[in-house]
């Protein structure tokens, strides 16, 4: 007689079904241990709450209002082939950076000694890159650059502007940077020399900003104010006062938008950021990505000053015949983040500080390794490497607390930029 074979499967089945209940448990332990261990695991990037602390790096950031005092860690500037671009001496670079449409070459626009600002092309961000020459034949600096039906727009601001001409009596409207004005001009090419003056934006003066650090966003916009085509040309600029403002602009973006000083509005004050206080300056904003609009600008100081104690020609880290004063570490600039769910404010630091009311704002870049003071940055996307954070910097050597002596001036430096689970940027060196 054969003996009754479900009762031979029933056990079989009995171990077979426990087997695999324990290798489940053990799968399942071994990944709550991975997962808990693992640097840097994080959720899908879909997911995007609104608020949080997440980031790649666990924690806050250090940025303590008084200076940044955190230990995170950088990574250097993606590698570059040839000259990196830069001054020769201490003016800082205020990188602006465009991809021409119709051959794909890179064009970087920057502040320049003699301030008729520079031009360098590269068919890659990884370089060569060649110097043009000057970008302009006048006065320019903190070059802000875009394109619009085929027609490219830079916004800079020329210093020393006669306000008293047009009956401003305020004594400081003559004082340097705050007698400062935005230009716009505009070229098909790009090229040097190319550029056609269309005139200054005529932003009223006012103590509580300076008129300089522009940089143009264009949103969608279903507004009875908006363009044609559904969109708004909004502008940020201001530099150390009382911090960051945004204001409209017409349709194209060679004027200020009517009524347009009523639609002002106050984006970022920090005044604690660094000694002396209420040191922010040159806005970029990005967006909106997933909702969000993204301000970045730049907290410290940007550059060194003359040391009056030090010899001729014996200056801390300066070019020959300079005598520079480097500031700390935590008061040097460094690149700082707010975002909103709107370009007109409301933006607050990834531990929830409002970054007009609460002096908030959260660090994505610092001085590390031989990288000082990087700032007057920008976000841009590229075809090649993707989304990158761009920026200046200074080659420092923190052993003498001075700049590197046989690399001078500023330097253009760029890092992959990402975002974390919550949706908060990060550089990145991968």
Same mark, same amino acid.
């Given at each position: ?119 360098? =092309? ?42 008293? =001409? ?13 007698? $400062? ?36 966003? =264009? ?16 502008? =940020? ?94 008061? $040097? ?39 000082? $003071? ?57």
């Amino acid at each position: 007689m054969i003996p009754p074979r479900p009762l031979l499967w029933s056990r079989r089945k009995k171990w077979l079904l426990g087997g695999l209940a324990g290798l489940c448990i053990v799968g399942l332990i071994l990944g709550l241990s991975i997962g808990l261990t693992r640097p840097g695991s994080t959720q899908s990037d879909n997911t995007d709450p609104d608020s949080g602390t997440g980031n790649n790096n666990t924690g806050d950031d250090g940025y303590t209002g008084d200076g940044y005092t955190g230990a995170l860690q950088y990574p250097n500037p993606e590698s570059i082939t040839g000259i990196i671009p830069h001054n020769r001496n201490y003016i800082t670079l205020d990188p602006a950076l465009i991809r021409r449409r119709s051959d794909r070459r890179l064009f970087l626009l920057t502040t320049a000694p003699g301030k008729r600002g520079a031009t360098w =092309t590269a068919d890659s961000l990884r370089g060569p890159w060649t110097l043009q020459g000057d970008t302009l034949a006048e006065q320019g600096g903190a070059p802000d650059v875009h394109v619009l039906n085929a027609t490219h727009y830079l916004m800079l601001h020329n210093q020393h502007f006669p306000y008293d =001409t047009i009956g401003v009596t305020h004594p400081e409207a003559t004082v340097p940077w705050h007698d $400062a004005s935005i230009v716009v001009h505009t070229s098909r090419t790009l090229e040097p020399g190319s550029w056609v003056r269309q005139g200054r934006l005529e932003i009223t003066w006012a103590a509580r900003y300076n008129i300089l650090d522009a940089a143009l966003i =264009t949103v969608e916009d279903s507004s009875p104010t908006a363009t044609e085509g559904g969109q708004r040309h909004l502008l =940020t600029f201001g530099s150390y006062q009382e911090g960051l403002f945004q204001i409209p602009l017409a349709d194209p973006p060679l004027a200020l938008a009517p009524n347009a000083m009523q639609q002002i509005t106050h984006l970022e004050r920090n005044a604690s950021a660094v000694s002396p206080r209420g040191q922010t300056e040159a806005g970029f904003m990005y967006g909106p990505r997933k909702g969000w609009y993204y301000l970045f600008f730049s907290s410290g100081r940007c550059c060194p000053r003359p040391d009056p104690d030090a010899p001729k020609g014996r200056g801390r880290g300066g070019a020959p015949g300079q005598n520079m004063l480097w500031m700390r570490d935590d008061n $040097a600039y460094r690149v700082v983040v707010c975002r909103s769910r709107r370009p007109r404010g409301g933006f607050v630091d990834r531990l929830g500080r409002d970054c007009l009311t609460e002096d908030g704002g959260s660090v994505v870049l610092a001085s590390h390794d031989a990288v000082f $003071a990087p700032g007057g940055q920008g976000v841009f996307e590229d075809e090649v490497e993707g989304l990158v954070l761009y920026y200046h910097y200074i080659y420092y050597d923190k052993t003498l607390g001075a700049a590197d002596s046989s690399r001078t001036g500023f330097f253009f430096g760029w890092n992959k930029l990402r975002f974390d689970q919550r949706g908060w940027p990060y550089v990145d060196g991968a």
